[in-house]
């Protein structure tokens, strides 16, 4: 699509497209899908089934009914959080880097950083008040 916008734009003045802006092109679109895919992936994966199913399906009741409160347990600690920690923890344990956090975020790198490891920490602590560390 933006090939074809920068396409439609030329005109008397304008040369061809070039091979460096076609590829810079392709990239973005790329990169683009590859996170729509997964923020769709994630969203699934709050689906109670889906958190099922990362549990093992040869897991034994004791380690499957472990597995359930410790989810539980992070989500109530996640909860806690105050709105932007809550974002950028959560964002850094699906598996996000903090420079990924920041950019998908609209924040300056260092703000991220703070909000995540500052967010880590109390989500560790509160993890630690309810009998779970390591």
Not at 26 to 48: G, H, K, M, N
Not at 49 to 63: C, F, L, N, R, V
Request: glycine share 8%; hydrophobic share 40%.
């Amino acid at each position: 699509m933006r090939v074809l916008e920068a396409a439609g734009k030329r005109g008397e003045g304008n040369p061809d497209l070039s091979s460096l802006y076609l590829e810079k092109a392709a990239f973005s679109a790329t990169v683009d899908e590859i996170r729509r895919y997964r923020r769709r992936r994630e969203d699934q994966a709050t689906d109670a089934s889906a958190m099922h199913e990362t549990a093992g399906d040869e897991a034994g009741p004791e380690s499957l009914l472990a597995a359930r409160e410790i989810r539980v347990a992070i989500g109530g600690c996640l909860a806690s959080l105050a709105a932007p920690r809550r974002q950028a923890v959560t964002m850094y344990l699906h598996g996000h880097s903090v420079a990924e956090v920041a950019a998908l975020l609209g924040w300056r790198f260092k703000k991220a950083e703070n909000l995540v490891y500052r967010g880590l920490a109390d989500l560790r602590r509160c993890l630690a008040t309810k009998g779970l560390s390591r």
